[in-house]
């Protein structure tokens, strides 16, 4: 069973996790070992999404952007993030914008994945792209706005899909928001 696999994966064994947690959150962005790909192309299979993840070489940019948002964020969610957010990875083909998932050795601890393009799109053409993916080969369109278009950079567009994905790593503390980890429960729609 595919989902057993997944339980059972080197990704939720503590010792995975070892060099990745004495960093401090600005530092956490990485590139996905081959454990961490393996385990997303099955988990998309688990899921019946179609992309296969792909490892990719994160570059100055994206670090860059990464360091920008985690120091804006308030100092409360940055100790969160210190404490319950054990890494970033940046993979290219994800099936998705962004995915948070749990640790089974970490029972309050998560990870993040985000596909390259987040780090391509401007804040307001990332909104419109996902707001219109639903409708794609159809003739409804729709144009979505959430930065003022002097504000709309691609570190906007990443600071909103990170807290997005933040707020997972926040349900993985409080359970009664969501049981977003279950193993029967699918992840929900790609990001």
């Given at each position: 069973?595919?989902?057993?696999?997944?339980?059972?994966?080197?990704?939720?064994?503590?010792?995975?996790?070892?060099?990745?947690?004495?960093?401090?959150?600005?530092?956490?962005?990485?590139?996905?070992?081959?454990?961490?790909?393996?385990?997303l192309?099955?988990?998309?299979?688990?899921?019946?999404?179609?992309?296969?993840?792909?490892?990719?070489?994160?570059?100055?940019?994206?670090?860059?952007?990464?360091?920008?948002?985690?120091?804006?964020?308030?100092?409360?969610?940055?100790k969160?993030?210190?404490?319950n957010?054990?890494?970033v990875?940046?993979?290219?083909?994800?099936?998705?914008?962004?995915?948070?998932?749990?640790?089974?050795?970490?029972?309050?601890?998560?990870?993040?994945?985000?596909?390259?393009?987040?780090?391509?799109?401007?804040?307001?053409?990332?909104?419109?792209?996902?707001?219109?993916?639903?409708?794609?080969?159809?003739?409804?369109s729709?144009?979505?706005?959430?930065?003022?278009?002097?504000?709309?950079?691609?570190?906007?567009?990443?600071?909103?899909?990170?807290?997005?994905?933040?707020?997972?790593?926040?349900?993985?503390?409080?359970?009664?928001?969501?049981?977003?980890?279950?193993?029967?429960?699918?992840?929900?729609?790609?990001?």
């Amino acid at each position: 069973d595919l989902k057993e696999v997944q339980r059972n994966s080197v990704i939720h064994k503590e010792g995975f996790w070892k060099k990745y947690q004495k960093l401090s959150p600005k530092e956490r962005i990485f590139e996905a070992p081959a454990e961490l790909v393996d385990y997303l192309v099955r988990d998309n299979k688990v899921w019946g999404y179609p992309a296969i993840p792909k490892a990719y070489a994160i570059g100055k940019l994206e670090r860059e952007i990464f360091k920008k948002v985690i120091g804006e964020f308030p100092k409360g969610l940055r100790k969160m993030m210190k404490e319950n957010m054990v890494a970033v990875f940046v993979v290219e083909n994800l099936g998705s914008s962004a995915l948070t998932d749990g640790i089974r050795a970490f029972p309050k601890k998560s990870f993040m994945v985000f596909d390259r393009k987040v780090f391509q799109k401007k804040a307001n053409d990332w909104c419109t792209w996902k707001e219109n993916t639903p409708f794609k080969g159809s003739e409804v369109s729709l144009k979505c706005t959430i930065r003022s278009p002097k504000e709309s950079g691609i570190k906007e567009a990443f600071q909103y899909i990170f807290a997005h994905e933040l707020a997972h790593v926040f349900n993985r503390q409080n359970k009664e928001l969501l049981p977003f980890w279950d193993d029967d429960l699918p992840k929900g729609f790609p990001s």
